[in-house]
């Protein structure tokens, strides 16, 4: 069974850009989270959906938002990106079964 | 803060002997979750233990839960260079896991 994958897997952005996060969850999962890892702040949990709605989110301003689609892959956006955005950005899928969270290689963010 | 909390901060140990970090949350949990990571790459997971279990095992992996002090523990049995990580206790509330900082384990060869 494929793990979960995200993409791109590095970005640069430049301040005041938007960016795109996409992750396809472990085939058959339904709920994919999000969350923000940085050397200052550790690892924190931005949100999670499933089936398509945000059913938790955690506290990032309004310039972090998500989406599911129905396949249960999830993209996750930035708008107006600060320097204080460059993390690493991971994604978890979760079985219905054992309530395991598998969390994919991350996407590499760096703001200039 | 519901937040994982691992003791000890670092560690080092020779190749062979065991290793062991805990973790402390606050409130209660659903479940509790162990990951490592490999130098900023993303999490693995390695145990999930549920509210209503004591201790579980994965090959070298032992994890203890201890709901009444609020804690979990990690022990790594012999040892390898490849364990050397960082490792994360992640408590659940609700659908969420909430992180500590790590404990780093540095297993010299």
């Known amino acids: 069974k494929a793990g979960v994958t995200q993409t791109p897997r590095y970005l640069i952005k430049t301040r005041g850009q938007q960016v795109t996060l996409s992750c396809s969850p472990i085939?058959?999962?339904?709920?994919v989270s999000w969350y923000q890892q940085t050397p200052g702040q550790g690892l924190q949990f931005l949100f999670e959906?499933?089936?398509?709605?945000?059913?938790n989110k955690g506290n990032f301003p309004g310039r972090f938002s998500g989406r599911q689609f129905s396949n249960s892959r999830s993209e996750m956006n930035v708008s107006t990106l600060e320097l204080g955005d460059s993390a690493l950005y991971l994604c978890?899928?979760?079985?219905?079964?054992?309530?395991?969270?598998?969390f994919g290689p991350g996407t590499r963010l760096t703001v200039l | 803060s519901q937040q994982g909390e691992e003791d000890p901060q670092a560690l080092s140990i020779q190749e062979g002997e065991n290793a062991t970090m805990n973790c402390s949350y606050k409130?209660?949990?659903?479940?509790l979750q162990w990951y490592r990571q490999n130098s900023g790459r993303g999490l693995v997971h390695l145990i999930l233990?549920?509210?209503?279990?004591r201790e579980k095992h994965s090959g070298r992996l032992r994890v203890t839960l201890d709901t009444s002090k609020k804690s979990s523990s990690l022990l790594i049995t012999a040892s390898r260079a490849a364990d050397t990580a960082s490792y994360f206790c992640?408590?659940?509330?609700?659908?969420?896991?909430?992180f500590g900082a790590g404990t780093i384990l540095r297993v010299k060869s």
């Open positions: 978890a899928s979760r079985g219905q079964v054992y309530n395991e969270q598998f």
């Open positions: 085939s058959g999962h339904r709920s």
């Open positions: 959906y499933f089936s398509e709605t945000q059913r």
């Open positions: 409130t209660s949990i659903n479940n």
């Open positions: 233990i549920r509210s209503n279990e």
């Open positions: 992640a408590p659940e509330y609700g659908n969420k896991l909430v």
